[in-house]
Every structure is written in structure tokens, then in C-alpha cells.
């Protein structure tokens, strides 16, 4: 059956409209570095995203390309949860901190970040790397957060005086045994030195928390707003 000139054009509209609807709510952007190379990310913005509004901002970890689907807890539709959610690759390696500092800045010099401070979110072995870039850089972050996941390094001396605004966050199942108790270790040690911290400890949880998926997840990052 030979379509008309009507169905074509209509069909070319729907793509167009399809087109800037993926474009409005997640990107997929690269940033050139200081050192001449390129990092790539994913931003998701929230499906009624307001420039002239502020949003609490995740950053995580992901490849940041379109073959790459949206990242562990926010996966689906992470446009959904009004929240910025920024995935890259930016606290790995030797320049972590360089990057991250990078990434941040161009992140908030356009898009409205709410108090211009993000919420770091690593999982499992990545979050090795998370929160040693997210201590390095704590008056950048409202909360550095596991899920599961915990800093290979008690924060102290300098790092300790550094992230004294921060919260950390550690959420883990009770069946995930070692993450479980390398958390509340963490978690004991902050408070006994003054810091905020909060571990969630999710009632017959694993290690991969899956009934935390999407809005659960969001639901708990709340509380970092407070």
C-alpha cells in the first residue's frame, strides 16, 4: 500500500517531536578536558525540567553514551523522578578528582543545580572511587552516598576537617553481609567524629537491592535534602 503525502508528512512530524522529547530529557553530551581529552556523559533531566528551577543533582557512574542504558537505581525512566541525574566516568582513574571538579563546573554553569552542590552516589566496587573523589571534593557535595559502598579509607586529618558539611549515606541489605558490616564500621567511626551519617539497612536485602529500584531509591535520596 502507497502511502499518501499526508501520512509521510505526519509520520516525519511525530520523529521530529520524538526527537526533541529524547533530546529534552536525557543527553548525551562530551566535555573537553583541561589535559585535551574528552569525557562523555548522560544527563537526565526531569520531564518537566524549568531552567529558571533548581533540582537536586545525582552524579554517578556510567559510560555515558546511548548504548549504555541508564545506570542501576534510576534505570527505566529516570526522567520521572525530578531529579537531574549526570552519569560519566569522570571519578575513575588518576584525574579523578581533576575531572569531576571539571564536570561539576560545567554542569552548573548550565544547568540550574540546587545549591550548586551535587549528591554522589557509588555502588559497590565503583564506590571505592566515588567517595575518595567525593571527600577530595566535599564542599562540593551535599551527600556522598553507597548503595552498596564505603570509603576504602576512613576520612581523617584534613580530609575529616574537609567533609564536616557533608552527609554520608550508606545503604545496604542485611543479607550483604560484608558490605553490611564495612558500612556501619564507616558509619560508626563518622559519627563518633562528629559527622553526618545515616545507614539505611534494607530489611532482606542482597547485595543488589532490587526492590529499591526507581522511585524507592529516589524516595530515600530525599532525606539528603534535609
Not at 571539571?102 to 540546587?114: C, F, P, S
Request: one cysteine or more; hydrophobic letters at 35%; charged letters at 20%.
Amino acid at each position: 500500500m502507497k502511502k499518501t503525502a499526508y501520512t509521510i508528512v505526519l509520520m516525519m512530524c511525530l520523529s521530529i517531536v520524538y526527537a526533541q522529547d529524547v533530546l529534552t530529557n536525557t543527553r548525551f553530551e562530551q566535555l573537553k578536558l583541561t589535559n585535551g581529552k574528552t569525557l562523555r556523559y548522560a544527563i537526565h533531566l526531569p520531564e518537566d525540567y524549568d531552567p529558571s528551577k533548581s533540582y537536586p543533582t545525582i552524579l554517578g557512574p556510567g559510560d555515558g553514551v546511548k548504548e549504555d542504558s541508564p545506570s542501576y537505581y534510576w534505570h527505566g525512566t529516570p526522567s520521572k523522578y525530578g531529579w537531574i541525574i549526570v552519569e560519566s566516568l569522570a571519578h575513575f582513574g588518576s584525574n579523578g578528582v581533576s575531572q569531576t571538579r571539571q564536570l561539576m563546573d560545567h554542569i552548573n554553569a548550565n544547568y540550574n543545580v540546587e545549591g550548586d552542590k551535587f549528591h554522589m552516589v557509588g555502588f559497590s566496587a565503583n564506590s571505592a572511587s566515588s567517595f575518595s573523589v567525593g571527600i577530595a571534593l566535599a564542599d562540593r557535595f551535599h551527600s556522598l552516598v553507597g548503595v552498596a559502598g564505603f570509603p576504602r579509607k576512613n576520612p581523617s586529618g584534613a580530609d575529616l576537617e574537609r567533609v564536616k558539611g557533608t552527609k554520608f549515606y550508606f545503604i545496604v541489605g542485611d543479607k550483604d553481609r560484608y558490605w553490611m558490616n564495612a558500612s556501619q564500621k564507616v558509619h560508626n567511626y563518622l559519627m563518633e567524629k562528629g559527622i553526618d551519617s545515616t545507614i539505611e539497612i534494607i530489611k532482606n536485602g542482597p547485595h543488589v537491592l532490587k526492590q529499591i529500584d526507581g522511585q524507592p531509591f529516589i524516595d530515600l535520596m530525599e532525606r539528603m535534602r534535609e
